[in-house]
């Protein structure tokens, strides 16, 4: 696997019910206003209601009061929650980390979760990779995909274990089953390529479709990619369509660039001269080349070419506003 490809992947969310990471490194982040810790997967309670109905003091004080009296996992996940991100409380990672360790060992796995991210990052205490590790294995062994891809991350990486292509494979498909689209994407990589399981581009191209349809960028254009060429898949230029403009709007620019020359052809859709020169300088700005697109832009009618300019303008502005 090439160290770019590598990269990309490692480079993931990991999303699950109550917890976002930005990357592997990264602890957890709740987003608002859905979706509370699972403390209330087995039985409802107050502080489970409370949360969600964003009465975070009022979750906080039941939480408190369930863990203590009860010796409640769930309950002491959440509090590490709210702790993480300061709802009805001080934001404080260090109480976070004692309420998820103690979860933790009562067999919670959200909160092996947490505290695996929180390990692996150095957040709320020292940062110990070997401990994360560990806390992300026993959140796998109870079913959590998030962990399952973590855990399969680190296997391709080979550097807390030796590098195992077969049993990154392994732990990725557990959580590409439960509809990990990150997970998804990178077995369909190691899939196209061969390593750690036979060599299958329609089997890669199905997991890459899954990972389309949950909006994963990378995969929309890939799937889009295999669609258009028929790799693995029934050859269709204008299923390819949706997902590359999908993707192109998000500000991938290979698929700017993909769906630029779909204009400028008519492969798939309607020649559209204006619309494949705006997304051919969209890509362009992004440092994607391609000369057939060039061409076609200088080819141009001068008033057309002016069109295409200014319909590009918002997204040059963006791509000037983010370059360091």
């Not at 987003?31 to 489970?48: H, I, N, Q």
């Not at 796995?109 to 110990?128: H, I, T, Y």
């Not at 697109?293 to 303008?313: G, I, N, S, T, Y």
């Amino acid at each position: 696997m090439s160290a770019r490809r590598m990269k990309q992947i490692a480079l993931l969310a990991l999303p699950l019910a109550f917890i976002a990471t930005a990357t592997l490194a990264q602890a957890p982040t709740a987003p608002r206003p859905k979706a509370a810790p699972a403390a209330a997967a087995r039985e409802p309670d107050l502080a489970y209601g409370a949360f969600q109905r964003g009465l975070y003091l009022t979750a906080f004080t039941e939480a408190k009061k369930r863990a203590e009296e009860k010796n409640d996992p769930k309950a002491m996940t959440l509090l590490g929650e709210l702790y993480t991100e300061g709802l009805g409380v001080a934001r404080d990672e260090a109480k976070a980390a004692e309420w998820y360790r103690r979860a933790a060992e009562r067999g919670d796995r959200e909160a092996m979760f947490a505290l695996a991210a929180f390990r692996m990052s150095g957040r709320g205490g020292a940062r110990n990779s070997e401990e994360g590790a560990k806390l992300f294995a026993a959140a796998a062994k109870l079913g959590h995909p998030a962990a399952s891809y973590n855990l399969g991350l680190l296997y391709l990486e080979g550097q807390l274990f030796p590098q195992d292509f077969a049993r990154a494979a392994e732990l990725l498909r557990a959580a590409a089953n439960a509809g990990n689209p990150e997970a998804q994407y990178a077995l369909a990589t190691l899939t196209m390529e061969g390593r750690g399981v036979p060599k299958d581009p329609r089997e890669a191209t199905r997991l890459l479709g899954a990972a389309a349809l949950a909006h994963h960028p990378d995969a929309q254009v890939e799937y889009a990619i295999a669609l258009f060429n028929g790799t693995g898949i029934a050859k269709n230029e204008a299923a390819a369509f949706p997902y590359l403009r999908r993707a192109a709007h998000g500000g991938n620019p290979v698929a700017q660039s993909r769906l630029a020359f779909m204009y400028a052809t008519g492969r798939g859709i309607p020649a559209n001269p204006m619309q494949a020169a705006k997304w051919h300088l969209a890509a362009k700005a992004a440092g994607s080349n391609d000369q057939y697109l060039d061409d076609f832009v200088r080819k141009m009618k001068p008033e057309d070419r002016a069109a295409a300019e200014q319909a590009a303008k918002p997204w040059l502005a963006a791509r000037a506003a983010n370059r360091p």
